[in-house]
């Protein structure tokens, strides 16, 4: 259901972009976002996108650096991560839901996928 791309080993400093396809659940999620889970740390959901209105919300640590998108008919999203820091280093979980945005925020998203792995290092 979930195909994640993207991920790798960069510099502080760089950049990545993350991509995820969505199949099989279509038309049965009203938002895709991305969490992350570093080893020892909880969970942390990053960013949301409304599927309609196409509205964001990010997690305070990730602001001003990541930004997402999505291209609702190929049932893609995308992350774009700038000026990476080493305390991004994690596994990152597209994800989706069939509520708002601000309650996946906050509650976690329904569905993920297996994750890609981000690793920011010198």
């Known amino acids: 259901q979930f195909v994640e791309s993207g991920g790798g080993l960069v510099q502080p400093g760089g950049s990545l972009r993350l991509s995820c396809e969505v199949s099989?659940?279509?038309?049965?999620?009203?938002?895709i976002g991305w969490f992350r889970q570093a080893p020892g740390k909880e969970r942390e959901e990053i960013s949301c996108?409304?599927?309609?209105?196409?509205?964001?919300i990010y997690a305070d640590s990730v602001k001003g650096r990541f930004t997402i998108s999505r291209d609702n008919g190929k049932n893609m999203a995308y992350l774009q991560m700038n000026s990476l820091k080493p305390e991004d280093t994690a596994l990152y979980y597209c994800?989706?839901?069939?509520?708002?945005?601000?309650?996946?925020?906050?509650?976690?998203?329904?569905?993920w996928g297996q994750g890609t792995q981000v690793t920011v290092s010198s």
């Open positions: 994800a989706i839901d069939t509520v708002h945005c601000i309650a996946s925020m906050f509650g976690g998203f329904g569905s």
């Open positions: 996108i409304s599927t309609t209105t196409g509205g964001t």
């Open positions: 099989g659940l279509t038309s049965d999620y009203k938002v």
